[in-house]
Structures are given as C-alpha cells and as structure tokens.
C-alpha cells in the first residue's frame, strides 16, 4: 500500500462546531482587555491629586496608556502576521495583568505612568484578537464577525468608565485596578484552555514590519481615508471622555464619582451599532454608513457645547452628545475594520497596526490637550475644538473619490 503524504498544516484553524462559541469568547476577551486602557479615564483628576500631579498634568494618566497602546500596535500587533498567535496572546494578557497590579500598588507618580504605559501595550492583544477571528470566518461572514468580536470590545470601552466610576466611589481608585488584574487571570487561564493555535503561513519573501506598515499606508487610498475618519473621531472621543469628568466633579455640577460613572453608563449603548455597522459594511452601505458616523460627531459636540452647567436640561443634553459621540466613534470603526480588511487579506494583523497605531496616537493627543484646555479655556474650547476636528473630516469624506 502507497502512504498518504500528511496534509500540509493550515493557518486557520479548525473551530468546526463551536465557531460561535469561540466568537463569544474572543468578543469577551476583547471586551475585557480594551477596558484596561480606559479605566483611568474618569478618575484622572483623583489619581493626579492622589499621586500629587498638578491638574494639567492629569491628562498624562490617560495618555500614557495610549501611548503604550499606540507602541503595541506598530510594534507587537504586525507580530501575528508571523508569529503562532495563541502564545503572543496569553504574554501580552499576563504583561497586562502584571501592569495593573503594578498600578495599583504604588504610590510614586513615575512608576503608576510607567505602569500605565505598559497596561496599553499588553491590553494591545485586542487587536491580535480582531484579526484572529476573521481568519476563521468566511469571507461572507467577516463583516459579521468583525461586529460580534467588536461588540465586546466596544461594551469594553463604554463599560469601563461607569464601572471604574461606581468602584472608586465605593472602594477607592486603586480598586479598580486589583479588580482588572485578576480578570486577566482568569482571562489567561481560560484562553490557555480554549484558544486553537493559529500559525501564519511562512513568506521567506516578506519584509520587514514597519517598511511594509509604511508602504501599505502609502499605497492604500482607502487604508488612508478610513485612518483620517477614524483620527478626528477617537480624538474627539478622547477630548470629551478625558475633560468631562474634570468638568461634571467641578464646581459647576459637583457631581460624585458614583453620578460621572452613571452618566458615563450613556455611552454603553453605543455598542448596539457595532453588529449593525457590520452588516451596513457586509451589504455594501460603508459611505452611508460614514456619513451618519461623522454626523453624529458634530452634532454630539454642538450639544455638549451648549449644555447648561447644573440642570436638568443640560444633564439631558449631555447624555445625548455622549451617545451620540460613541455612537458615532462605534460606527466609524467598524466599517474601517471591515474595509481594510479586504485590502490585503495576508496582511491583515499589518493594516489594523497601522490603522490602529494612526487614530490611538490621536486619542493620546486629544487626551492630553482636553486637560490642558479646559484648565486654561474652559469647557466651551473644548467642545469647539471637538467638533472642527470632526467637520474637517467630513470635509475630506464630502470630496472622496473612493467610495468606502
């Protein structure tokens, strides 16, 4: 009898019958991890005064984060390109976890911004996850599963701020943190169990990660389009979430860590947009879908701009900016996903650095001048600036040739 040669191993792996659960999980993963990055964001101004940091420099407790964030993903996230994907995602899970008891423990300005710097780049894992899981799912279904993974990871995002708002009332900031680092413990051990290995084919022709990160950025009109659309909108989103706890606790709202993490709750609904932005993408409605993103980004900030300090009006008003902001934030980045996605199907983990890298810088920035702002010119310069950031993008969106 003539022996069968063993079948070449592929790079995808075999989910078979328990796709959807494996989704379930990588959407909870994701959901986890991304909430790691913004935990901070509503107790800035508690941890600088706690750490003894001045007011402007409150912005740096976020920023750091992003920062770290923003390294990864140039630097660790075009890994998955090359490297088996399941062991870059259980280190980058345990630096997480090691950061954030880091950060919790320490009572030194330089060591909890060292610490925050590394919490982004281990939290970075999110978007080893997000390309991991369309590697699994047909070509039919990516849009779809793009949109249940970052579901997760949207309700992550949104979630963390009134959590980390309800935790420090009750128990204190660096609660928070203990919480999350023995989430990533469990977080660890459960991926260990479930997680399929996934080997990237090996190309002996590649080159080298940030080259081929820089030539992709200069060829790819789209990739381009999408990056700036995404910019003006996370930097938006970071300048209002970093300011308006710093504005709601001020003297004109005098409002309680409890009350900014219930406002905060607004936002949360926004994830609902990320299956349906999937789907808009899957059915060809990506520029519909766009346009209504950076909408809602203006008009979010046109509200928060002329919301009264200390009513009733103006809680309701900023309610409705807040969700419109993340809304709009939710929808623009999974159309992006979606879009760059099929561009260069090999290099997938490549272009969500590069994305990625691109609009977390942003954020990094809009966080630290949002202190920086409304310290000096108050909350209506904050708004202002929000939302010119975002209708110079419309702008931009308003003349494209490419219709994505």
Same mark, same amino acid.
């Not at 792996?13 to 959901?31: T, W």
């Not at 706690?50 to 912005?59: F, K, P, Q, T, V």
């Not at 022709?205 to 990160?213: S, T, V």
């Given at each position: 009898m003539t022996s069968r040669p063993d079948p070449i191993p592929?790079?995808?792996?075999?989910?078979?019958? !328990?796709?959807?659960? $494996?989704?379930? $999980?990588?959407?909870?993963? =994701?959901?986890?991890?991304a909430a790691n990055v913004y935990y901070a964001q509503p107790l800035a101004g508690t941890i600088a005064a706690?750490? !003894?940091?001045?007011?402007?420099?409150?912005?740096l407790v976020v920023t750091l984060t992003q920062i770290g964030y923003g390294a990864g993903l140039l630097l660790v996230v075009p890994l998955a390109?090359?490297?088996?994907?399941? /062991? @870059?995602? $259980?280190?980058?899970?345990?630096?997480?976890? @090691?950061?954030? =008891?880091? *950060? +919790?423990?320490?009572?030194? *300005?330089?060591v909890f911004l060292a610490a925050s710097l590394a919490i982004g780049l281990g939290s970075v =894992?999110?978007?080893?996850?997000?390309?991991?899981?369309?590697?699994?799912?047909?070509?039919?279904?990516?849009?779809?599963?793009?949109?249940?993974? #970052?579901?997760?990871?949207? $309700? +992550?995002?949104?979630?963390?701020r009134p959590v980390s708002g309800f935790v420090a009332g009750a128990f204190g900031w660096r609660a928070m943190f203990w919480i999350s680092a023995a989430l990533m413990l469990a977080l660890i051990m459960t991926?260990?169990? /479930?997680?399929?290995?996934? /080997?990237?084919?090996?190309? &002996? !022709?590649?080159?080298?990660?940030? &080259?081929?990160?820089? /030539?992709?950025l200069a060829s790819m009109p789209l990739l381009r389009q999408r990056i700036l659309y995404q910019m003006a909108l996370f930097s938006g989103f970071s300048l209002f979430w970093t300011t308006v706890?710093?504005?709601?606790?001020?003297? +004109?709202?005098?409002?309680?860590?409890a009350q900014i993490g219930l406002f905060a709750l607004a936002g949360a609904m926004s994830a609902i947009a990320a299956p349906i932005a999937g789907h808009l993408a899957d059915h060809g409605h990506s520029r519909a879908g766009t346009a209504a993103a950076l909408a809602s980004g203006v008009?979010?900030?046109?509200?928060?701009?002329?919301?009264? *300090?200390?009513?009733? #009006?103006? #809680?309701? #008003?900023?309610? *409705?900016?807040?969700l419109l902001l993340d809304l709009g934030v939710t929808l623009s980045f999974v159309i992006g996903q979606r879009t760059i996605f099929?561009?260069? &199907?090999? !290099?997938?983990?490549?272009l969500n650095g590069v994305y990625m890298a691109s609009f977390t810088a942003a954020g990094a920035v809009g966080s630290a001048a949002g202190a920086w702002i409304f310290a000096t010119k108050g909350w209506g310069f904050v708004a202002l600036l929000g939302a010119v950031l975002i209708l110079l993008a419309g702008l931009r969106f308003s003349l494209a040739k490419e219709r994505a």
């Open positions: 592929s790079s995808r792996p075999e989910v078979h019958d !328990n796709h959807g659960g $494996l989704m379930l $999980l990588l959407s909870l993963a =994701c959901g986890l991890l706690d750490l !003894n940091m001045s007011e402007r420099a409150a912005g390109d090359r490297l088996e994907n399941r /062991r @870059l995602i $259980l280190g980058l899970v345990a630096l997480a976890g @090691l950061a954030l =008891c880091l *950060a +919790g423990f320490t009572g030194m *300005a330089g =894992c999110v978007q080893v996850l997000v390309p991991y899981a369309t590697h699994m799912a047909p070509e039919e279904r990516r849009g779809r599963t793009v949109g249940t993974v #970052t579901t997760g990871l949207m $309700l +992550g995002i949104m979630l963390a991926l260990a169990a /479930r997680l399929p290995a996934r /080997r990237p084919p090996h190309d &002996p !022709n590649a080159e080298p990660m940030l &080259p081929a990160m820089a /030539r992709a706890p710093l504005w709601l606790s001020g003297p +004109g709202w005098g409002w309680s860590h008009l979010a900030f046109a509200l928060a701009g002329i919301a009264p *300090a200390g009513t009733v #009006t103006g #809680t309701v #008003t900023l309610v *409705a900016a807040a099929g561009l260069a &199907p090999g !290099n997938r983990a490549r």
